[in-house]
């Protein structure tokens, strides 16, 4: 039988083929973004079954198998593993032109070194084999980081965490840097204040900090995030509906914070300058400790009133927005610019609408002091698929410098998703052979394509973040 995932698959051309065996295949990772829990890595966790491992935390897989009727008892519920794993295996036959169909199979192929098609026929024999495997000491968590040639991770952490775990990781290295990124998402979200006073508690006591007024809460943020560089943090990220750039005066945003600290719910106008002012001297923050800043712009979460108060967030309700993100965006990154605090920068958009909004905007405000400082980040989410890859690329290249892209990230709670870097790699040299193959770059500039190629799978990322 022909295996699916072939040496060449996702490769057109001949000249595809090279870009990818000659000098995409053999780069480690730099897996800049990620949603892996520290403890699960400091422990090198061993994995129960193919289930755990798989279908655990995963709401791609949990939202295609809803869209396939299969009950919330065999995705989130307390049903038995291999049940569970039986209707993701009757699932995956409906995921054709799906990208979950590529992954599953990647994933199968290079964790597990097994080239079966998984279906109902086949579900016994690959959970059982896989779990077999993960039994063994190179599919524990640590050990699968390795297969795959990571050489760094960034997790995503509050600043409330204390970094014990990354402090015990950098104390017994195992071949893979982990490293903290900052995510204070938290520390604005001032919409609901009976939640936002038990931050500012946690936030305080992290601090060492009584926070009564907006200066203390600034003063508290400060000090977390000099921590997190002394712990080797060199990078931000930021998960929001929109950049936020309005109008405020210093005396607004502490009666705002006085206001929510005494419980009471603040207006839109309030909630907009209040997030305004924390994003700007978030950024402020950033430049200051030479960190780089990622904003992840556009998704619209927590849909389905019903479901979120059984299961909470993070569950697959999460959707595509549809904001206007321009004006906001640009005046965000004027006013740093216009005062010498804009950092490195990376634009990821949830909307495809915005690939080109992103684009342009990125470029709008770089400056000549780093190679690619400003730019339109990769596929994020629900783009993280071929369509919106080649999407991005397009962008990117007709309005920047392809050739200066920092690369693919997993964004992902999973450890068997480096699969995503490979797939990635492949579309890559696949737009890129294209194009030498019909003769819109030059066959004479191979050494400069390959050197392309490494740098985008590997070097830019190494050189950006600085790890």
């Not at 070194?113 to 086949?122: D, H, Q, S, V, Y």
């Not at 924390?278 to 927590?302: C, K, N, P, T």
């Not at 998703?417 to 019909?438: K, M, W």
């Amino acid at each position: 039988m022909e295996e699916f995932i072939g040496k060449d698959f996702m490769l057109h051309s001949d000249t595809a083929k090279e870009l990818y065996h000659q000098s995409a295949e053999q780069m480690p990772i730099i897996d800049y973004h990620c949603h892996l829990i520290p403890d699960m890595i400091a422990s090198n966790y061993k994995f129960r079954d193919l289930t755990e491992i798989w279908l655990g935390g995963d709401h791609y897989k949990w939202r295609a198998m809803r869209g396939n009727g299969v009950s919330e008892d065999y995705i989130t519920g307390d049903k038995p593993s291999y049940e569970k794993f039986e209707k993701w295996a009757a699932t995956v036959p409906y995921t054709f032109r799906n990208p979950l169909y590529h992954w599953t199979h990647l994933e199968l192929a290079r964790a597990f070194g097994i080239n079966k098609i998984l279906k109902p026929e086949t579900a016994r024999e690959i959970y059982d084999e896989c779990t077999e495997k993960l039994q063994k000491d190179e599919f524990r968590a640590q050990g699968l980081m390795q297969k795959f040639n990571v050489k760094v991770v960034c997790t995503t952490d509050d600043p409330v965490d204390d970094l014990h775990v990354h402090k015990y990781l950098a104390e017994h290295p195992f071949g893979t840097k982990v490293v903290p990124a900052w995510r204070p998402d938290k520390a604005m979200a001032i919409e609901k204040p009976e939640v936002y006073k038990s931050y500012i508690g946690k936030l305080s006591e992290a601090a060492g900090i009584e926070i009564r007024t907006f200066t203390d809460l600034m003063d508290a943020l400060q000090k977390r995030h000099d921590f997190f560089a002394s712990m080797g943090a060199k990078l931000s990220d930021h998960g929001l509906e929109n950049f936020y750039a309005a109008d405020y005066t210093q005396s607004e945003i502490d009666a705002i914070f006085r206001k929510v600290l005494d419980g009471k719910a603040p207006t839109a106008d309030e909630l907009e300058k209040f997030r305004s002012a924390m994003l700007y001297e978030f950024a402020v923050m950033d430049h200051a400790s030479g960190w780089a800043q990622q904003f992840h712009i556009g998704a619209i979460r927590d849909n389905n009133s019903r479901m979120f108060k059984i299961l909470g967030p993070d569950t697959g309700y999460d959707a595509i927005h549809d904001l206007p993100t321009a004006a906001a965006g640009h005046r965000f990154l004027n006013r740093l610019a216009s005062e010498d605090k804009l950092t490195r920068t990376i634009l990821y958009n949830l909307n495809p609408k915005d690939n080109e909004v992103f684009a342009t905007m990125a470029y709008t405000f770089n400056d000549g002091t780093f190679p690619g400082k400003m730019q339109l980040g990769s596929g994020w989410w629900f783009l993280d698929q071929e369509d919106g890859m080649r999407k991005q690329m397009n962008a990117l290249s007709a309005l920047g410098l392809l050739s200066r892209f920092v690369g693919m990230l997993t964004d992902s709670r999973s450890f068997l998703s480096y699969p995503r870097h490979e797939y990635f790699r492949r579309i890559l040299c696949d737009v890129l052979g294209a194009d030498v193959e019909s003769g819109r770059l030059p066959r004479s500039e191979m050494a400069q394509l390959h050197q392309m190629v490494r740098d985008i799978c590997y070097n830019n990322a190494d050189r950006y973040f600085g790890f």
